[in-house]
């Protein structure tokens, strides 16, 4: 099955925020343009699904109505919908504002696709910079 897996599940990379808001642009830019990435906002693609009214946005609007915060498993059933369309040259994707804790990780791991890699730009050359020095357990920078 790990086979069948390589060939059917599309690359999916994470460029973390980092302290080089600019070099994070561009390293998606670069992702984009030259390499067929295509670059998944999660903050945006939520604010447009409320936005359309579309069933998951409502749900959305339902929990966001509430005061709490959109669980991990909604905002990976709404990136499963976008990611398996259908289109075969949709295959390379970007997640950017999502996961950013552990938990949610896991699910978008277990039940949507695998995270090929994540990208954490810095002004340092080849160390990453965490943007905050306190680091929760629970914070995805802190599994690295």
Known sequence: MEEVYRHIEPSV?????????????????????????????VT?????????????GQEFIKIV???KNIPANLKVKMLNKIIYSGQVSLNK??????????DQAKEFE???S?????IYP???????????????????DSLF
């Open 110 to 112: 277990l039940n949507c």
């Open 122 to 140: 810095t002004n340092q050359g080849p160390t990453v910079e965490i943007s905050n020095k306190e680091l929760s357990m629970f914070n995805i």
């Open 44 to 56: 945006q693609l939520t604010s447009y699904e409320m936005e359309r009214k579309t069933a998951i």
């Open 13 to 41: 990379i994470n460029v973390r925020s980092g302290k080089n808001e600019a070099l994070q642009e561009e390293i998606i830019k670069n992702l984009s343009t030259n390499h067929g990435y295509v670059n998944l906002d």
């Open 65 to 67: 109505k509430s005061d």
């Open 93 to 102: 994707f970007i997640l950017t504002n999502f996961p950013e804790q552990i």
């Open 114 to 118: 695998k995270i090929a890699a994540i």
